[in-house]
């Protein structure tokens, strides 16, 4: 079974260096978290997941890293000066802020009190300076999302590549909302990352594209170890769209604290190609946009049969990194009674995800030949270039079996007396089963190559 409450991820999260609150010592910053020794490492190879599935296993997209910071005049034609807002309430009684779609019962999750404001809209962006004079001219935004810098790149990618529909542009990175209750440990957060994919195809295969990138996306979740059977899939009805969407489908996953959004899939139509394009009038664009008077670009691909300039619709599966790692975590996480009456608990990470592929452990610290040993087969496995492998001279074999248990290493190899003195074979303790074998120096690099890809 998945981890039962939030409170038990929070805390393995920090006990064992997953995740921090940010500037803790100083009484921390509410929705900002740090990733630990672990956790960095948990991170990276989710992100390396996806862009391995994304780009490396399909030869129609490409990769992009663009500039955090954002030209205004960008994010006032994708709309987000006008509509990336949420409805915020204050409370007379105890001065708290909420978000108004979040109350239940327009009561104050504070205090209680009934006595709030009206609601009204609170622009999410955060806003800097830019340059030496801070003032309404000169200020950037930091992006609220990666997809405007992949539309607005449209054209580069488009006249590097020579790229034609269907293609797609990746990008993993930074975003930025000023949300008014950051709540849920990592899942609503001020600063995150997300994992985007903006694919573009022409006009008319769209709805087709939408509903096989449901799939792509429902699948490569099960291959992190996010079953179906704990997603739920959510149409979202027509008077809840974003204001760019035709239709999206929201992937919504059974956190500990309830049944929310883990990844998004949105038919985009044309608007945002549509949004930074001059003269739009001439390419027959369907979406309601805002005439740009300011963009140098035309935005669009010429039908190979027509040679007639065509906006490509975009399919764009969304994820966010935060929440992904929350929910890779809940599912790993378990609690299992022994035989003898004791309780373990371990993450059964999927290897590819796991912090620590493999921990070494020399069954006696300050005996110099093992040590050396250990050593020794520590830098052979990481020459494999499989991930972290870790040396770690503790002298407690069991303590070392639990704690490597509990952030999901899947394999602890010991290195003991018999293999110095008898065979130079070592034993392999596996982590979900707690299954030992002995295995032969000599063979150990195929062993746990073979291992971590099951």
Excluded at 432 to 446: G, K
Aim: aromatic residues 8%; proline residues 6%; contains cysteine.
């Amino acid at each position: 079974m998945p981890a039962q409450s939030m409170d038990a991820l929070v805390a393995l999260a920090k006990r064992r260096g997953f995740i921090f609150p940010s500037s803790d010592i100083y009484g921390g910053l509410q929705g900002v978290y740090d990733y630990g020794p672990l956790g960095v490492e948990l991170k990276n190879n989710l992100k390396a997941a996806w862009w391995r599935a994304m780009v490396f296993e399909r030869d129609d997209v490409e990769g992009l890293d663009a500039a955090v910071l954002t030209n205004r005049t960008t994010l006032k034609y994708s709309g987000h000066e006008d509509t990336f807002t949420d409805p915020m309430v204050d409370c007379r009684e105890c001065k708290s802020r909420w978000r108004a779609d979040h109350l239940e019962g327009d009561k104050c999750p504070s205090c209680g009190s009934t006595d709030l404001t009206e609601p009204r809209p609170f622009n999410l962006m955060f806003k800097t300076g830019v340059g030496p004079i801070a003032d309404d001219e000169n200020f950037a935004y930091l992006r609220p999302e990666t997809a405007q810098a992949i539309f607005t790149n449209f054209k580069n990618v488009v006249d590097a590549t020579s790229r034609k529909p269907p293609f797609g542009i990746a990008q993993i990175g930074k975003a930025f909302r000023n949300e008014i209750t950051p709540r849920n440990f990592i899942f609503r957060v001020r600063e995150f990352e997300q994992m985007e994919l903006e694919f573009f195809v022409p006009p008319g295969t769209d709805e087709q594209w939408h509903t096989d990138w449901v799939e792509e996306r429902l699948t490569w979740w099960e291959d992190q170890g996010v079953p179906r059977d704990r997603i739920e899939l959510l149409h979202v009805p027509a008077d809840e769209l974003a204001h760019y969407s035709k239709a999206t489908v929201d992937l919504m996953y059974h956190f500990p604290h309830g049944v929310e959004e883990l990844e998004g899939i949105a038919n985009r139509t044309d608007f945002d190609l549509g949004s930074h394009t001059k003269n739009q009038a001439d390419l027959g664009i369907q979406a309601k946009v805002k005439e740009n008077t300011e963009s140098n670009a035309r935005l669009a691909v010429q039908d190979p049969d027509t040679n007639a300039w065509q906006v490509p619709f975009v399919i764009e599966p969304s994820a966010g990194v935060d929440r992904g790692v929350l929910a890779v975590l809940n599912e790993a996480y378990k609690v299992e009674t022994l035989e003898n009456g004791s309780e373990r608990t371990l993450l059964s990470l999927k290897p590819h995800l796991s912090p620590i592929k493999v921990a070494v452990l020399p069954l006696k610290r300050n005996h110099e030949g093992i040590v050396a040993k250990a050593r020794g087969i520590k830098q052979m496995l990481q020459a494999l270039g499989l991930g972290r492998i870790l040396y770690e001279n503790t002298g407690n074999i069991g303590k070392g079996y639990r704690r490597h248990d509990e952030v999901g290493t899947p394999l602890c190899v010991t290195v003991d007396f018999q293999t110095i003195e008898e065979d130079d074979s070592v034993t392999v303790r596996d982590r979900d089963t707690m299954a030992q074998q002995r295995v032969p120096v000599a063979e150990l690099a195929e062993f746990v190559k073979k291992a971590l890809q099951a």
